[in-house]
């Protein structure tokens, strides 16, 4: 969490364990923060106003006002493009605060909404919704009391026990079957989300999922638009763009953190994807 404090420059004085709440909005005075990112918790995202284009788990989607994005841990989630006037209410959970309920625990290892990512509920339950986020933006910035979390926890079970009330309603939803496809995008997914920053050869991880380089880029740029090689240098750029505005590390060490030889090796890289170099990016 402190992480998405300097990620968002958040004021660290509203701080409250487990628990973070964004409200951003794309407006000329006040333009919204685009940041491709990883999360170790569980995101919310609930779509106010307007509409956005998203990468999430490798598959973009177009996500419109009542649409809720329920991210679990560790998905990679990008924003494409925002609609003018687009407002967004993102809700961070750690994994500490997860587990404090089973249902919690239940978002966290369901492939269907890692599949399915992007719900709405019924329209009598939109203004619940809402007054709903309403009363837990509230309780976020109460001030702090002994029993403010927990009050918090409860407030945000009500609010995913709606959602999962949703996925369970879904065509399948009891009988969901991971396709050969889905298996070997979160296989290679769980693959670089471990080793992006210590291996960059494709050969590396067709050989850990026992297919062959040419095989594993093809069957990923025709399923998601990216080859294998692409994949490992987005998700190594996400790990250093996050150590440069996330971490007081020297740009050094970001370079040493990411396996790479020489600083100077990881600069190009890093300008060459982004277009500025860390430094500059840093201080943007």
């Not at 909404?113 to 919704?129: D, S, T």
Request: aromatic fraction near 10%.
């Amino acid at each position: 969490m402190d992480n998405v404090y300097k990620l968002y420059n958040l004021d660290p004085a509203e701080k409250t364990e487990g628990i973070v709440i964004l409200s951003q909005q794309n407006a000329p005075n006040r333009k919204y923060t685009s940041h491709s990112r990883l999360f170790d918790g569980l995101l919310l995202g609930f779509m106010i106003k307007g509409s956005m284009k998203s990468q999430i788990h490798f598959l973009e989607y177009e996500i419109n006002a009542g649409d809720i994005a329920v991210l679990q841990p560790q998905l990679m989630i990008e924003t494409k493009s925002l609609s003018e006037h687009a407002e967004i209410i993102t809700i961070g959970l750690s994994l500490d605060f997860i587990t404090e309920f089973p249902i919690l625990r239940e978002f966290v290892m369901n492939d269907q909404i890692r599949w399915e990512p992007i719900v709405r509920l019924q329209p009598n339950e939109i203004k619940l919704q809402h007054d709903l986020l309403t009363l837990i933006q509230n309780f976020y910035h109460k001030k702090a009391s002994p029993n403010k979390i927990q009050m918090l926890r409860h407030l945000v079970l009500v609010l995913i026990s709606m959602i999962s009330e949703v996925y369970s309603n879904l065509p399948h939803s009891k009988s969901l079957i991971k396709s050969r496809t889905h298996e070997i995008i979160d296989d290679f997914y769980l693959l670089i989300s471990k080793y992006a920053n210590q291996h960059r050869s494709v050969a590396f991880y067709a050989e850990k999922l026992h297919l062959t380089p040419q095989y594993l880029s093809s069957f990923l740029k025709q399923k998601t638009g990216k080859s294998a090689l692409q994949w490992i240098d987005h998700l190594t750029i996400i790990h250093a763009k996050t150590l440069l505005k996330s971490s007081s590390l020297s740009i050094k060490e970001i370079s040493n953190e990411l396996h790479f030889q020489e600083t100077s090796v990881f600069c190009r890289y890093f300008k060459r994807a982004v277009g500025i170099s860390p430094k500059n990016y840093r201080n943007e």
